[in-house]
């Protein structure tokens, strides 16, 4: 038997669009990540980005579990004395609701040289409309 390695060029990739409407973000998120890594293909490779591009669509109307709409805060420092800005995730949903499930999925990801090269191939939109149609982009389960 022969075990096969993935190369950068032989990798097809699909396009797939998921409807992030009242869906708890922890549990949307590991799909995602599981997607963007190609997990869910038969030729996944640790070392070759064998993902697949995902569209998340209404991102504003996404749920989190439990209290941590409150009591979950996300951190960011300036690199300066006294630069630590906080927000909670209630707060970032209404400013910024992309963020919030780039952070969630970016998270999930490995922490290696290819994790950008997946994580720009998540495409996050607040409202139900997107630019990617011509892609023509399958539905996932979640």
Known sequence: MKTEVAKAENVKRDWYIVDAQDLVL????????NVLRGK???????????????????A?????SGL??????????SGYVGGLKEI???KLLAKKPEELIKRA???????????????????IYAGPNHPHAAQQPKSLAI
Do not use: C, W
């Not at 504003?60 to 989190?64: C, D, F, N, P, S």
């Not at 941590?68 to 420092?77: F, G």
């Open 40 to 58: 869910n293909k038969t030729l996944f490779t640790p070392s070759v980005d064998t993902g697949d591009f995902v569209i998340v669509i209404n």
């Open 60 to 64: 504003e109307k996404i749920a989190l």
């Open 26 to 33: 922890g549990r949307l998120s590991t799909q995602i990540a």
């Open 105 to 123: 999925v970016k998270g999930m990801l490995p922490k290696n040289k290819l994790a950008s090269a997946m994580l720009s191939k998540l495409k």
């Open 88 to 90: 909670t995730a209630e």
């Open 68 to 77: 941590k709409s409150a009591k979950k805060v996300y951190y960011n420092h």
